[in-house]
């Protein structure tokens, strides 16, 4: 196996995400039901979140200010 230089991404708990998306944890779970939103990694029976997902579900809902009904 070949050696990976990279720095793994960090994987976060639910209640992590919920606290940094100020959700709660029932709407992450029903997300991950619904198979909506996030991706999630399972850990044999534990539920994780990489890092780089979360920030890409926060870099992806960015919305800039401006008129109403504008394209």
């Known amino acids: 196996m070949k050696d990976d230089p990279q720095i793994p991404d960090p994987l ?3 209640d992590d995400v919920a606290r940094l998306l ?4 029932n709407t992450l779970n029903a997300w ?3 198979r909506r939103h996030l991706a999630f990694v399972s ?3 534990l539920v994780r979140y ?5 920030q890409q579900f ?3 809902r960015v919305r800039k200010a401006g008129k109403v009904g504008t394209a």
């Open 12 to 14: 976060l708990t639910p």
């Open 22 to 25: 100020g959700v709660s944890v």
């Open 50 to 54: 990489r890092a780089s997902d979360v």
């Open 32 to 34: 991950r039901v619904q």
């Open 58 to 60: 926060i870099n992806s």
């Open 43 to 45: 850990v044999g029976r």
